[in-house]
């Protein structure tokens, strides 16, 4: 190797060496752990962007649990469970997975009202260009897919917010693309939910569900974010999973505090409850008088 043909090849070795790489386009450097605060604002930008580039100023916040489907599918589900636990009647295991699916089959009415839920919100709030009180869901199945489709089916704009998981999650088909993003970090995904939050409204669900409540109520008891109505579907389920009287009668929580959610049973009696939270232009007001009392009895006028 002439000299010439020696200068070539080091230049080379120089040109393909990722430190050579432009800081953006090196997905090694920006994958290292000393890069996690820059993904982290980056994670935080991206998202930013997108709602603000698509004129999003608000949104009414969807959880619940991906196991409630809609009833056809979840009467496959029993019938499955019931076909496997025929071949093998004593195992308690696949008697127990029957249970379960019964359970679910009867929440399956829940999958419904999310999805008239979004379609009444929907259609209310998103008139021509106004990019209010979108619905916003973790872009996953079961209720969250009922309420993006609820938009869906009216030709409405709405957001996912997916995240990576151990079990690959794909975003469900009625999200709207432009408006469904992935997150790596949970705590930016949360900050998303709530950053433009005019309501949150939580059905029956478990983990996640639970943690995303128990995020909203936390900041909303120690003022850290803004007054919205956090309201909980079906008072008899969520009556049982949490006993929030309990925490206030031994202390844990004020008084006051259970007044920091209400109930709701029908989408109809949601979208009022949100609807006598705001006026017309996002400020507060009286509840109307015909909500129920023991409802909205925190929310009163500043």
């Known amino acids: 190797m002439n000299e010439s043909e020696l200068r070539q090849s080091m230049i080379e070795k120089i040109l393909q060496s990722p430190s ?17 605060p820059n993904r982290m604002e980056l994670e935080f930008l991206k998202p930013e962007l997108g709602f603000r580039a698509n004129g999003i100023r608000s949104t009414i916040v969807t959880f619940g649990s991906t196991r409630i489907v809609d009833r056809p599918s ?27 699916a ?5 929440k399956s009415h829940y999958w419904e009202m999310a999805r008239e839920f979004a379609r009444i919100v929907s259609s209310a709030s998103q008139q021509g260009e106004a990019c209010d009180y979108i619905i916003l869901t973790g872009a996953g199945p079961g209720i969250m897919e009922a309420a993006n489709r609820g938009a869906w089916e009216v030709g409405a704009k709405s957001a996912g917010l997916n995240i990576q998981i151990p079990m690959e999650q794909l975003p469900n088909p009625y ?43 936390t900041l909303r008891q120690t003022h850290r ?26 202390g844990m929580i004020d008084e006051d505090d259970l007044k920091l959610f209400c109930y709701a049973e029908t989408p109809q009696e949601a979208w009022q409850i949100i609807q006598s939270f705001y006026n017309h ?22």
């Open 20 to 36: 050579y790489r432009l800081a953006f386009r090196d997905p090694e450097f920006l994958d290292s752990p000393e890069l996690r």
């Open 74 to 100: 979840a009467q496959a589900r029993l019938e499955s469970a019931q076909a496997r636990l025929a071949q093998d009647p004593d195992n308690p295991v696949l008697q127990r997975e029957v249970e379960r």
């Open 102 to 106: 019964k359970r679910l089959l009867e």
């Open 175 to 217: 999200v709207t693309p432009e408006l469904c993003f992935q997150f790596q970090y949970f705590a930016l995904r949360k900050f998303h939910f709530l950053l433009r939050a005019k309501a949150l409204v939580v059905f029956p669900g478990g983990f996640g569900t639970i943690d995303e409540l128990f995020d909203a109520l």
């Open 225 to 250: 974010m803004q007054e919205i109505p956090i309201i909980l579907f079906g008072r008899e389920y969520w009556e049982k999973v949490i006993n929030f009287q309990f925490l206030a009668d031994q």
């Open 281 to 302: 232009d996002g400020r507060r007001r009286i509840p109307a008088p015909h909500i129920a009392a023991e409802n909205l009895g925190a929310w009163q006028v500043d």
